[in-house]
């Protein structure tokens, strides 16, 4: 084991954790952000993904020592106090999503396409959107 810092959502954190393990792992069971989902442990899905200074990036697989000295954004750090993010918002409005496991790291990808690109068109979104699975 071997302690690590990660700035998750705004905030420092200190684990305990061993250096190779993949960072979903440290969010899910170290720091109880359950939001990002466990689909495929492949890197496939993209149920995994979380912003990490600013970008999408799966978590199923990667080190969570490969994180230290990033900011990490999960889906719960989306939301502004009480309120959830627009693009958040936007998906509860419409009822976008089905069984939901997906939900999260679709959210996550269009947060990153919207925050870099105002005015994406159809090819910007499905780049964005490519690397995860829906039924």
Do not use: W
């Amino acid at each position: 084991m071997t302690t690590m810092q990660l700035r998750v959502n705004g905030e420092i954190h200190d684990i305990d954790a061993d250096p190779a393990m993949p960072l979903i792992f440290a969010l899910r069971n170290h720091l109880g952000l359950v939001g990002a989902k466990l689909g495929c442990s492949l890197e496939q899905c993209g149920a995994c993904a979380v912003l990490v200074d600013g970008e999408p990036v799966l978590s199923c697989v990667r080190a969570v020592s490969e994180f230290e000295n990033t900011d990490i954004t999960t889906i719960e750090g989306l939301v502004d106090g009480d309120r959830p993010s627009a693009i958040q918002q936007a998906f509860i409005e419409e009822g976008a999503a089905q069984c939901g496991y997906c939900t999260s790291g679709i959210v996550i990808a269009a947060t990153a396409l919207l925050d870099n690109n105002k005015q994406p068109d159809r090819a910007d979104i499905a780049e964005a959107l490519k690397d995860h699975l829906c039924r």
